[in-house]
């Protein structure tokens, strides 16, 4: 049988090539993603609808020949499923119903069992998509983070800074820990639901790990981090987007199987340090995907000198793909990616 390359580089073997896909690899950078979107008005609605989520998670494989594909969802299911509306308007990005006293928690904790029935359509769209792709390709399933599910939750807007995060954290702390224990094991139930379903690998994407203040990122991160990591027998990748070097190394230490990169880390660093450890991911700028050919090809030739020789390691990028991504420069990526070989081999 043959193992995906994505999961041969997660058991750390020797690959002539690494493997390659891209965060946001669907989306509305791709003219045939748009068309299918015309058709939904309800964003979540989208998510939830197999046959059209499988055919935009297909798109870029086939356009591209990526070595795996990320289910098309959102993070923002969970919130959903826990009975708190998600809305996504053109141009605003999505809106979650907030959380405004802590004696909402006690609704949330009663849906919490529901949570593989209700997202089974996401099972759904990893089986048909597994059935449809060539067995060294991966699908990969993924959750949001209990940290950034809960920014969500309490801000809406979390990029616009998180101050009713903060607050709640502040005043209610045990309350936060409940929050932060309940959404651990949504997420941990949603995992193993798209395990069972047939996904080869798993990432948790803790955007909002920036923001997260010393004091809470043990319990708020951390831990939830390592807890997911080990939610399911699948290899995982953490996503601790803006974590800093001593935090990285703590997860790398403290037996994450795989850390995706941020745009902002220094990827010789990460090769030295972390990647003896534990395979790491990334971390390619996205601003190179929007710009000129020759400044992306040789930005990703240093990343794949850097990292690429060594056991362990995913080409990605720092942090999504923009909707202003050029199609023609992950043509080219894709191109050097493929022709680049680690030294020594032939
Ligand atoms: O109108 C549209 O078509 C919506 C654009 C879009 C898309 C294509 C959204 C809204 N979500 C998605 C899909 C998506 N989101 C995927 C699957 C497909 C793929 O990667 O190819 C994944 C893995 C996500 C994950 C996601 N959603 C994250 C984590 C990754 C990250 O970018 O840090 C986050 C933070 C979200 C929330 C979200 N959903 C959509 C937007 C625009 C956002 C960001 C909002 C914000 O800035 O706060």
């Not at 990432?203 to 807890?227: G, I, K, N, R, Y």
Request: glycine share 6%; with cysteine.
């Amino acid at each position: 049988m043959t193992t995906p390359l994505l999961v041969q580089a997660l058991n750390r073997q020797p690959l002539v090539r690494p493997p390659v896909w891209l965060m946001r690899q669907a989306g509305r950078y791709l003219p045939e993603y748009r068309a299918v979107r015309a058709h939904f008005p309800d964003f979540v609605q989208f998510c939830l609808t197999p046959d059209a989520a499988t055919q935009v998670t297909l798109q870029p494989v086939e356009r591209f020949n990526l070595d795996a594909a990320i289910i098309f969802a959102d993070i923002l299911t969970i919130p959903h499923a826990l009975g708190h509306t998600v809305t996504f308007t053109e141009g605003h990005g999505p809106h979650v119903q907030p959380i405004t006293h802590p004696n909402q928690l006690a609704a949330m904790q009663n849906l919490l069992e529901q949570i593989p029935h209700r997202l089974t359509p996401v099972g759904q769209t990893i089986a048909q998509t597994r059935a449809a792709l060539a067995a060294d390709k991966a699908v990969i399933g993924f959750t949001g983070a209990p940290w950034t599910l809960a920014c969500y939750l309490l801000d809406a807007k979390p990029s616009l800074g998180i101050p009713n995060t903060l607050a709640f954290a502040k005043q209610h702390p045990q309350e936060f820990q409940q929050l932060i224990t309940l959404l651990t094991r949504a997420c941990n139930a949603y995992l193993t639901m798209q395990a069972a379903h047939g996904a080869d690998a798993l990432q948790v994407f803790d955007s909002w790990a920036l923001l997260c203040p010393p004091d809470l990122w043990q319990t708020a991160v951390h831990q939830p981090l390592l807890e997911l990591s080990a939610a399911t027998p699948l290899p995982t990748i953490l996503f601790p987007r803006g974590a800093t070097p001593a935090q990285l190394l703590a997860l790398a230490e403290s037996g994450a199987t795989a850390l995706s990169l941020s745009t902002g880390h220094n990827l010789a660093w990460a090769a030295e340090t972390l990647q003896p450890l534990t395979t790491i991911q990334g971390n390619l700028d996205p601003a190179l995907m929007t710009g000129p050919a020759g400044v992306l090809e040789s930005a990703l030739l240093t990343m794949l000198n850097t990292a690429a020789p060594r056991r362990g390691y995913i080409v990605n990028l720092g942090h999504g793909l923009t909707p202003d991504t050029n199609p023609d420069n992950v043509t080219l990526l894709m191109e050097t990616v493929r022709n680049w070989r680690a030294p020594g081999s032939v």
